[in-house]
Structures are given as structure tokens and as C-alpha cells.
């Protein structure tokens, strides 16, 4: 596993314990990480909705210093799956 995706995990273990519903971030060259009710993990389990980023992105985004929805208007955040689900994973990254 990626320094990337470990970092991630950490990142993400709590704030998303007990998320309603299932999400994966492909981060470009990295991995996958998977998150539902129990929290983040690396995985690339099937997920109502995957995002995908570059490495600079996802980061900024977990650090508060990208805006998800710029992201995903620039194009530099990609949306596959429910909208809905994107946008509960935005308000527990915000």
C-alpha cells in the first residue's frame, strides 16, 4: 500500500465512521480507498460512488485546501455513481 493511501486511511478512519452509505476515492497511480459505516480503509470494493483524482488534488481536499465541488467543476475531481452519496462525503470532508 501507497504512503499516499496510508496517510489517507488515517486521515479519514474516524471522521467517517458511521457514514451513511459507500464511497471510494481512486487517487491517480496510488489506490483506492473505500469508506462506509465502519470507516476508511484501502479497497476497491464496488461503492455507490467513486471519485477520482490526482494525488495534489485528493490531498488538498482532505486538507481543506481544495474545495470538492471547484474540483469537481474544474474537472479535476471526477463523480461516477450517486451525486447524493458525493455530496454526504463533501459535508464529512468539509
Known sequence: ??????GAVAALAEKAKGFDGTAKFV??????????ENGARA???EAEVTLT???E???GILSGDVNPTTAFMTGKLKVDGSMG???KLGALLS
Open 1 to 6: 500500500m501507497s504512503k499516499v493511501i496510508e
Open 27 to 36: 487517487i491517480e497511480g496510488e489506490g483506492s480507498v473505500y469508506i462506509d
Open 43 to 45: 479497497g476497491d470494493d
Open 53 to 55: 483524482a490526482n494525488r
Open 57 to 59: 488534488t485528493f490531498e
Open 85 to 87: 452519496t458525493a455530496m
